[in-house]
């Protein structure tokens, strides 16, 4: 009696490993222990003592007081209230206001015939109501000429140093995150003179952000894209008090300067040479680049180089730079390179 022969299993392709992690990347799996309150335990009485000094100052203020509860994920006491919007104040650290976004704000607002979102606010310490992420929604009631903003008020001031990671309402690009961190830390460094930057590390998202924010802060125009991916590798947060932490960075930034004005000597250059290409300044810098080949996974801890001796080998490198090394092979690349980020 022949024996049947067994189906070997034949191992799964790295296409098909590829197409299968991906699949699970895109599936939302619900969690499977219900987290949060109870409705019994939401609503709260505006008497009650987490809420009652917040209601005296709204009222103080002239707003209406529409109701207390507490967050049904962590608990935090909220009130839902309108206030004056003369009562309200953007946070110093938040990302500038931009006409062009205030006013298409305003004038869809205008048609909807309806203010849905509101405002998040704390009571800062100061006593005074401030919104860390609704500048723009607030500045659009101003020209709409709204006489009272709806606003969710937290007695909880340090709600506004996390609230960079929920702001959905207008993108973040890479200046506007910088800048937002980095005045950020400055209120905090005058605000906690002792607390060490690292203690911050979610507030900030990442160490770069703060260097860069530097930068920005002092030349709008600076190009910090084609020097992210060095300073992702390089810059980390600090153990330092958040104040001499700045300091530090304060030297970091003009390095980065200066390092840029020689970045653009060599564009210049290479224009000459008849080079046009849009890559010339990633390229550049790329070139520069003293991490360029180090693997690193997203997060890792450790910097592939201490961030100072990354700078001293882009000044040295920039210094030594020859325009005549470069083919139009070298930037077709960078181009390509730069189609797949996109």
């Given at each position: 009696m022949a024996k049947r022969n067994k189906t070997t299993k034949r191992p799964a392709s790295?296409?098909?490993?590829?197409?299968?992690?991906?699949?699970?990347?895109?599936?939302?799996?619900?969690?499977?222990?219900?987290?949060?309150?109870?409705?019994?335990?939401?609503?709260?009485?505006?008497?009650?003592?987490?809420?009652?000094?917040?209601?005296?100052?709204?009222?103080?203020?002239?707003?209406?007081?529409?109701?207390?509860?507490?967050?049904?994920?962590?608990?935090?006491?909220?009130?839902?209230?309108?206030?004056?919007?003369?009562?309200?104040?953007?946070?110093?650290?938040?990302?500038?206001l931009s006409p062009t976004h205030t006013k298409r704000l305003a004038s869809k607002i205008d048609e909807a015939k309806a203010f849905l979102d509101p405002?998040?606010?704390?009571?800062?310490?100061?006593?005074?109501?401030?919104?860390?992420?609704?500048?723009?929604?607030?500045?659009?009631?101003?020209?709409?000429?709204?006489?009272?903003?709806?606003?969710?008020?937290?007695?909880?001031?340090?709600?506004?140093?996390?609230?960079?990671?929920?702001?959905?309402?207008?993108a973040h690009n890479l200046k506007d995150r910088s800048l937002?961190?980095?005045?950020?830390?400055?209120?905090?460094?005058?605000?906690?003179?002792?607390?060490?930057?690292?203690?911050?590390r979610d507030q900030f998202e990442a160490a770069e952000l703060l260097t860069l924010g530097?930068?920005?802060?002092?030349?709008?125009?600076?190009?910090?894209?084609?020097?992210?991916?060095?300073?992702?590798?390089?810059?980390?947060?600090?153990?330092r008090t958040l104040a001499a932490s700045l300091r530090e960075r304060e030297g970091y930034a003009n390095r980065l300067t200066a390092i840029d004005t020689q970045v653009k000597r060599i564009i210049a250059e290479l224009q000459e040479r008849g080079f046009k290409s849009p890559y010339l300044r990633n390229y550049v810098v790329a070139r520069l680049n003293p991490v360029r080949f180090v693997k690193q996974k997203p997060g890792e801890a450790k910097a592939a180089m201490p961030i100072g001796e990354a700078l001293t080998r882009m000044t040295a490198a920039a210094r030594a730079f020859k325009p005549e090394s470069v083919s139009h092979s070298d930037l077709a690349w960078v181009a390509v390179g730069a189609s797949a980020q996109d």
């Open positions: 790295p296409a098909s490993k590829t197409r299968k992690a991906s699949a699970s990347r895109r599936r939302l799996i619900p969690a499977k222990t219900p987290r949060g309150l109870a409705a019994a335990d939401i609503a709260l009485d505006l008497a009650h003592a987490e809420v009652e000094p917040l209601v005296a100052l709204i009222r103080e203020a002239s707003g209406a007081v529409l109701g207390a509860y507490r967050d049904p994920l962590g608990g935090r006491a909220l009130v839902l209230a309108t206030l004056p919007l003369a009562a309200v104040q953007p946070t110093p650290f938040q990302r500038d405002l998040i606010v704390v009571q800062g310490h100061d006593g005074r109501f401030w919104t860390p992420n609704g500048r723009h929604r607030l500045a659009a009631a101003k020209l709409l000429g709204l006489k009272q903003i709806t606003a969710l008020i937290s007695p909880d001031e340090a709600l506004a140093y996390r609230i960079l990671a929920l702001n959905t309402e207008k937002e961190v980095v005045r950020m830390a400055r209120a905090l460094a005058k605000r906690e003179p002792r607390s060490k930057e690292i203690d911050y530097i930068v920005y802060d002092a030349s709008p125009r600076f190009g910090g894209g084609a020097y992210s991916s060095v300073l992702r590798k390089v810059d980390r947060f600090s153990e």
